[in-house]
């Protein structure tokens, strides 16, 4: 997949304490801005590096999937910008990345500004040669992102190099195209055809299901895929090894990763993110609503029937009927025995291999 960079620049401005002399106030703090702090420059990129200046480290799979899966790199500079030193934070994402993506992760970046890499830096002392600063990256009045895109260097072709040996044909940079063929009730979907192998069972060629846009299906070396009539809309993304089956849909800003199967016409919606399980039947998982595996036994769950879940769901469990999980609950199994959960009760799933003779004793448990 092509990726993209931009250049986030915003304001900049520091205190400076001058050095004790007879024309300061020992106490004395001068406000300086952009225009004032050009000079400055080398000493500020010293201390970014001293502080680390990569922020995609802090993108949290948990909390922040998509831009985790869209955002590869995030550098903070200082840079001279419209005659003034601003702070900028060279961005490179894949091309796919939606406007709401783009929007949170300017979001995400004034919150680091404020409140976490740039609150730590702005505690820095800055020596410099005639006192010291401390800089600002984050402004309370007037703060606002300017864009930019940088063109991307073309890379150097290689040599060719006469040699005897057959070359493997390379892959298509595209795992499949968006063909003309339209849903026929959501005329704004159309239908997917692979443009390379794709796992197992999908050769080149082999239409797939419904799309809105490049950005519901990703287009990287990886197995996700949409069988039959399944559908992926909106700004939901399916990615990872994600598979999407019969009429199931992903639709809203939910994020179908990892190894997760949805059958039938089962439903990711909202905000929900699926990394790991099997919906199927009329499942529907909503809300700010979690399916992972657990991380002790890798175990994942399973929700059928008529099943809602909108809390955290983990493990070994198995959501069935009209079962429900609830904003706020969390489910989460960290063994290998079978939670049964519906709209009658949860329990313990009986081990088949565990049989209780008539006089109440368990058969596999050695009497004394």
Same mark, same amino acid.
């Given at each position: ?68 899966? @869209? ?44 409140? !976490?890499?740039?609150? !730590? ?222 709209? @009658? ?14 006089? !109440? ?8």
């Amino acid at each position: 997949m092509n990726e993209l960079t931009f250049k986030l620049y915003s304001p900049l401005t520091a205190e400076f304490s001058p050095d004790g002399s007879e024309f300061w106030q020992e106490d004395e703090l001068v406000e300086l801005s952009g225009y004032e702090l050009s000079d400055y420059a080398a000493a500020i990129t010293e201390q970014i590096e001293r502080e680390g200046d990569h922020l995609e480290q802090y993108l949290d799979d948990e909390n922040d999937p998509y831009l985790a899966a @869209h955002v590869r790199s995030i550098r903070i500079s200082v840079e001279e910008h419209g005659g003034e030193l601003c702070g900028c934070a060279t961005v490179v994402v894949d091309e796919d990345l939606t406007e709401r993506g783009w929007n949170d992760l300017q979001e995400y970046l004034s919150g680091q500004y404020s409140d !976490g890499w740039g609150e !730590g830096f702005e505690q820095r002392d800055i020596q410099v040669e005639d006192g010291n600063l401390n800089v600002h990256f984050w402004q309370e009045k007037h703060f606002a992102f300017t864009v930019e895109q940088v063109a991307n260097e073309p890379q150097l072709e290689q040599a060719t190099v006469q040699t005897t040996q057959k070359t493997k044909p390379s892959q298509p940079a595209k795992k499949y195209e968006i063909t003309d063929i339209a849903h026929p009730i959501y005329p704004e979907l159309h239908r997917i055809r692979a443009l390379r192998q794709v796992g197992t069972d999908v050769p080149a060629g082999e239409v797939g299901g419904f799309v809105q846009s490049e950005a519901n299906l990703s287009q990287e070396q990886d197995d996700a895929w949409l069988y039959d009539d399944s559908i992926s809309r909106d700004e939901a993304n399916v990615c990872g090894g994600a598979q999407l089956h019969g009429q199931a849909m992903a639709q809203d800003l939910a994020l179908v990763s990892g190894s997760a199967l949805l059958f039938d016409r089962a439903v990711a919606c909202d905000n929900a993110i699926l990394k790991n399980g099997c919906l199927c039947n009329d499942a529907v998982v909503c809300g700010n609503a979690r399916v992972r595996e657990n991380v002790q036994t890798h175990a994942a769950p399973l929700v059928s029937g008529q099943a809602v879940v909108m809390g955290d769901l983990a493990g070994k469990v198995a959501v069935t009927g009209r079962g429900c999980i609830l904003p706020g609950q969390t489910v989460d199994n960290p063994t290998d025995r079978l939670i049964g959960i519906d709209e @009658h009760c949860a329990a313990i799933v009986r081990d088949p291999g565990l049989t209780t003779g008539r006089d !109440g004793k368990n058969r596999n448990t050695p009497e004394r």
